[in-house]
Nanobody
Framework: QVQLVESGGGLVQPGGSLRLSCAASGFTFSSYFMHWYRQAPGKERELVATITTAGSGTNYLNSVKGRFTISRDNAKNTVYLQMNSLKPEDTAVYYC?????????WGQGTQVTVSS
């Protein structure tokens, strides 16, 4: 079955950096676009970044453009989110996701807290 396991979250000061990882299994990873979403308390989940199958194409939420970078390693079945210049408003639970056969799959999420 599809499994997505995120890691790398934590507490960081404004202006700091974190790198999130998502290890995938149970499907042919290299055949699917991968996504990072986030959900802040009291807010709806929002799409942060998407990467195409080979990694040649990416798309970002406007508020993270120039600060976040999504990448993938198809040999390791892993997708990453490098987050730089973090702001308090980036505080949220971050989820990786894949859509397979019209079904959304999610990991358990990893908490990112940006605070001084």
């Amino acid at each position: 079955q599809v499994q997505l396991v995120e890691s790398g979250g934590g507490l960081v000061q404004p202006g700091g950096s974190l790198r999130l990882s998502c290890a995938a299994s149970g499907f042919t990873f290299s055949s699917y676009f991968m996504h990072w979403y986030r959900q802040a308390p009291g807010k709806e989940r929002e799409l942060v970044a998407t990467i195409t199958t080979a990694g040649s194409g990416t798309n970002y939420l406007n508020s993270v453009k120039g600060r976040f970078t999504i990448s993938r390693d198809n040999a390791k079945n892993t997708v990453y989110l490098q987050m730089n210049s973090l702001k308090p408003e980036d505080t949220a639970v971050y989820y990786c996701s894949v859509v397979r056969r019209s079904t959304y799959y999610w990991g358990q999420g990893t908490q990112v807290t940006v605070s001084s």
